[in-house]
């Protein structure tokens, strides 16, 4: 199917959202009445967006993206290179929405393999950290940036910060246990560090 990067034209024809996971990342697409596919990194908070065709499917959709990862890649890194953004309302809702919406199903997928669970969860902007808890009272808190990242990121925060339940510092009981929850945490780990908090 044709395809051509870059930004799209805003158009007042009926569009139709909906939302993929496509290996860790969260993709925006708009289906409209148009003969391309367009792809775009949004350069505010380097959300991946995907206008298509009415008539086509997710997987082609979800193709299309994998076809572009280092070309996302790149966009992103640009991204993350320039100078530090302010939070704003919009940014804040926003990362608060994508937050809300992956928090729960991350809950059902890792305390049952955890074996723990917090007694709540607090969405924070802060400019040190990712996360942290409080084992004694079952407090998580979040970095509200994660909800504007990758989603592999929040994940990884948030089965460390459950992992600290057990263990309360970054030891071996620690990492053995951070081995058997996520092998690849190693990887999650230091490529959030690369990442610059607001």
């Not at 708009?30 to 008539?55: C, E, F, H, W």
């Not at 809300?100 to 669970?117: F, N, S």
Request: hydrophobic share 35%; charged share 25%.
């Amino acid at each position: 199917m044709p395809y051509r990067l870059g930004s799209c034209k805003p158009s007042t024809r009926a569009v139709s959202r909906s939302v993929l996971e496509v290996d860790g990342m969260t993709v925006e697409v708009k289906r409209k009445t148009m003969r391309n596919m367009y792809l775009r990194v949004d350069p505010r908070v380097g959300t991946i967006m995907v206008s298509a065709p009415q008539q086509t499917t997710d997987r082609q959709v979800m193709a299309f993206v994998r076809s572009h990862n280092a070309w996302i890649a790149r966009q992103r890194r640009q991204l993350s290179d320039a100078p530090p953004r302010e939070w704003t309302d919009e940014l804040m809702r926003e990362a608060r929405r994508n937050l809300d919406a992956q928090i729960p199903g991350l809950l059902e997928k890792w305390t049952p393999i955890v074996g723990r669970e917090p007694t709540c969860i607090t969405l924070r902007a802060m400019r040190s950290r990712w996360g942290s808890c409080t084992p004694a009272t079952g407090c998580i808190r979040l970095n509200l940036q994660l909800g504007l990242m990758e989603p592999r990121f929040l994940e990884y925060v948030l089965v460390h910060e459950l992992t600290h339940f057990w263990e309360r510092g970054h030891g071996a009981g620690f990492q053995r246990r951070m081995d058997g929850y996520l092998p690849g945490w190693r990887a999650a780990r230091r490529d959030l560090n690369r990442e610059t908090t607001w």
